[in-house]
């Protein structure tokens, strides 16, 4: 009998410490077992949980949000040879991530970050400027869904078959100009540049070096089959 009221005392007392264990965490939200990455505060709170469920925090003084015990902080060299890789044989991002358990949104940045690096002119071969001729297309594809459309405007030298020219944006007149001010000058200046009937060439290429042809004639081949497989 006086084990049992042991018991329950013991029992009762645990309760009455947790209890007031919690109540000084509720007093004091800025306790917490976990440093901010950034700026080392323990002032965090919860915030939700990551794809695949890790908990998340977020900092209540610099607003870094960040997952509890990441399990890939660092990727090593040969990860990203691979991932280079992959790149090239255009995988999707989200293929990628499944194979070689990057998370998703450190690839994209990874990506984002290589585009950025990316000269927006290409370096071309000394080219003599006559019988210069180029073919540009667009092609589309789209990001997340198949609202948000985005166009690749491409242009190559026929004879040498070198993508000389290269933009990402909307279908618009804007677009094929940014595409056009990516040429290399010299193209810009003698090139022949054949183009489908979209109008948005004619505004941007001179009238007297613009060939708009349809793809019957075979004028815009080379760029139809081998830029834009
Ligand atoms: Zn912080």
């Known amino acids: 009998m006086i084990a049992l009221f042991i018991n329950i005392f013991s029992w009762f007392v645990k309760c009455w410490l947790n209890n007031i264990e919690s109540t000084e965490q509720n007093a004091h939200p800025k306790i917490s077992l976990l440093p901010c990455p950034r700026c080392g505060s323990y002032h965090t709170i919860k915030n939700g949980s990551t794809h695949n469920g890790k908990p998340k925090r977020q900092c209540k003084d610099c607003g870094r949000q960040f997952v509890i015990n990441p399990n890939n902080q660092t990727i090593s060299t040969e990860k990203k040879q691979l991932i280079n890789k992959l790149l090239l044989e255009r995988i999707s991002l989200r293929g990628i991530a499944r194979v070689t358990g990057v998370s998703w949104s450190w690839l994209q940045n990874y990506v984002n970050n290589k585009f950025s690096a990316v000269p927006r002119q290409v370096r071309v071969s000394e080219k003599s400027k ?3 001729i180029i073919e540009c297309d667009e092609m589309w594809s789209f990001v997340f ?3 948000i459309k985005v166009f690749i405007w491409l242009a190559i030298d026929r004879s040498t078959r070198e ?3 290269c933009y990402l944006g909307d279908r618009s007149r804007q677009s094929a100009k940014k595409l056009y001010s990516s040429l290399p000058l010299v193209y810009q200046q003698c090139a022949i540049a054949y183009t489908d009937f979209w109008e948005s060439y004619k505004t941007v290429i001179p009238r007297k070096r613009h060939r708009a042809v349809g793809k019957e004639t ?4 080379h760029i139809v089959r081998e830029a834009l497989p």
């Open 218 to 221: 075979g004028q815009t081949n």
């Open 163 to 165: 993508i000389i020219g």
């Open 130 to 132: 006559g019988n210069l």
């Open 145 to 147: 869904c198949k609202k």
